[in-house]
Every structure is written in C-alpha cells, then in structure tokens.
C-alpha cells in the first residue's frame, strides 16, 4: 500500500495492489464479479406518458449492465363499442393510422432515450394492453418486464383499472414496476 499527497490540500492517493485489498475486506471491485442475474430480453410497454418513458430510463441501465436488448411495445387499443350514431366507421383504417403513428413514435423514442447504450426493438401490437404485454413477453422469452403505473387508487383504479397489477398476476417473467411518484434509485 502506497499512500501520497494529492495536488488538493488535506486529501491522499492510496494506491493498492490485490495483496492490500484483504486489509480492506474486499476481494475485488464489486462491479466486476460475475452476478447470478441474466437478462437477455428487457420488455418495457409504452403508452408515451412521462411515466412510461420513465420506466424506459430504468430499463436502459439494466440493458447496458447486462448487455440485454431493450424491446418497446405499444399496444393499440381500438374501442370498437361506436354506436351507429357515427355512421360507418372503418376501423381497419384507423388501426392501420394508429399503427403507423405508434411506429414513428416508438423509433423517435428510442432514438432519444437509448441512443447507442443498448440494442433496442420496437413492436406496436393492437388489442387489450395487459392481454398483449404478456403474449408479447411469452413469444419473446422475456427475462424481465418492466413497467410504469400511475398509482391510481379509489374509483379511477375501479373503473379504468390498472394495467401493470394486471401484467404483474398474469406474466411469466419478473416484472419492475416503476411509480410515477417515488424514491429513485437511478441518477437522471
């Protein structure tokens, strides 16, 4: 163990070879030892809500970490109870809008908050969100889901439901579920 002056007044360099790291009761810096975790597949659903996109900002540390792919799926949700006071309506049509829109959106997204950190996919499914989160997660074999919630409670929970609760009883694989309000654990 070596230690000298640094060039700020009041503070040292200590200099270690691996025989001084006992003294301390580290064998070795953290961040390198192997981990039992494995992700190769980090399934993040996007409705483009801030919080959604914040659950994005957690799954690209967790991508670069273990050099998983990031996949990002909207789900189009079409509601096809229009009464006939709208007249003929053609659904194909705005599922194929829809589609093409979430699309564009999803590749900008990803463009801007993974940039070149990860391998990233995006995927835009049309149905019932929480049905096609979990087939989505099932067909790509993913190891990890990765979720936002509103936290909504009392009668908006009642009627509108919550996806991610859902997600969580039905999935497969382990799910993180990021708040919209809470104590972070990534710096910005």
Do not use: W
């Amino acid at each position: 163990m070596k230690i000298k002056p640094a060039t700020k007044r009041g503070q040292v360099i200590v200099e270690l070879n691996r025989k001084d790291e006992s003294i301390l009761g580290t064998s070795q810096n953290t961040y390198n030892k192997p981990t039992p975790f494995s992700l190769k597949d980090i399934l993040v659903p996007i409705d483009f809500s801030d919080c959604s996109k914040k659950a994005l900002r957690y799954a690209v540390p967790f991508a670069k970490q273990f050099g998983a792919t990031i996949t990002l799926l909207h789900v189009v949700h079409v509601n096809y109870s229009a009464g006939p006071e709208f007249g003929a309506i053609d659904f194909p049509l705005i599922e194929a809008d829809l589609r093409k829109s979430a699309e564009k959106q999803l590749g900008q997204l990803a463009a801007t908050e993974i940039q070149q950190q990860a391998v990233a996919q995006t995927l835009v499914r049309i149905g019932q969100e929480v049905v096609e989160i979990v087939d989505c997660a099932k067909k790509l074999e993913s190891d990890l889901i990765i979720i936002s919630t509103h936290g909504r409670t009392g009668l908006k929970h009642v009627f509108m439901g919550s996806v991610a609760e859902n997600v969580i009883r039905r999935a497969t694989c382990p799910v993180l579920v990021v708040r919209e309000q809470e104590h972070e654990f990534i710096g910005n």
